[in-house]
């Protein structure tokens, strides 16, 4: 069974910019969520999706959103670029909302310049 | 909200036994999860407590003392590979949702 992926792996962006990371669950997970890692932050929850819905949300400013499709592939958004979001964003999947084990992707490397 | 503490590096020898502690404040607490991530991987999924106990898992074990707001992460018979970061995880039931907060990772350096 393939595992959670995430496109592109690296991206460079300018302050001002917008971006859009791109997630596809494992075959069958329904719920997907997206993540900022940081060193200084560590692992911060962004938002969940299910079923093409946004379930919960993290304590992130408007710029950041995303939305689920009806095949459970997930976008997330980041528009107006700032230094501070230069982060590995995470994906990771399960069947329904709050489930455990998350499966993880690899991330997404965004470097703003 | 939640506050979740854990150590940020810890050292051990090969074949050791190593204890990661972490230490959370929530008011809905419904589970804790504990994470492996190498460096520049994803991180997996190690354990998962809900109830006060010891979970053990092969060569991890983890304990949960909801009284206390206290989790430790056994590593026994420590190996090379398991130089990590070990992520706590709490997750709070809000309103129908779950919540995670995870802590901000414990670097383990197992040396020889």
């Known amino acids: 069974k393939a595992g959670v992926t995430q496109t592109p792996r690296y991206l460079i962006k300018t302050r001002g910019q917008q971006v859009t990371l791109s997630c596809s669950p494992i075959?069958?997970?329904?719920?997907v969520s997206w993540y900022q890692q940081t060193p200084g932050q560590g692992l911060q929850f962004l938002f969940e999706?299910?079923?093409?819905?946004?379930?919960n949300k993290g304590n992130f400013p408007g710029r950041f959103s995303g939305r689920q499709f009806s095949n459970s592939r997930s976008e997330m958004n980041v528009s107006t670029l700032e230094l501070g979001d230069s982060a590995l964003y995470l994906c990771?999947?399960?069947?329904?909302?709050?489930?455990?084990?998350?499966?993880f992707g690899d991330g997404t490397r965004l470097s703003i310049l | 909200g939640q506050n979740i503490d854990q150590p940020t590096e810890m050292t051990a020898t090969e074949g050791a036994i190593v204890q990661i502690n972490c230490t959370y404040q929530?008011?809905?607490?419904?589970?804790l999860f504990w994470y492996q991530q190498h460096a520049g991987e994803a991180p997996t999924f190690l354990s998962y407590?809900?109830?006060?106990g010891l979970e053990e898992k092969g060569r991890f074990s983890s304990f949960l003392s909801r009284s206390k707001g206290y989790s430790y992460l056994l590593l026994k018979e420590l190996q090379m590979k398991d130089s990590a970061s070990y992520l706590c995880?709490?997750?709070?039931?809000?309103?129908?949702?779950?919540?995670?907060?995870f802590g901000r990772g414990t670097s383990l350096i197992v040396h020889p």
């Open positions: 075959s069958g997970h329904r719920s």
């Open positions: 407590n809900v109830l006060d």
């Open positions: 999706y299910f079923s093409e819905t946004q379930r």
């Open positions: 929530t008011s809905g607490f419904n589970g």
């Open positions: 990771a999947s399960s069947q329904a909302p709050g489930d455990q084990p998350q499966h």
């Open positions: 995880a709490v997750r709070e039931a809000s309103g129908g949702s779950y919540i995670p907060t």
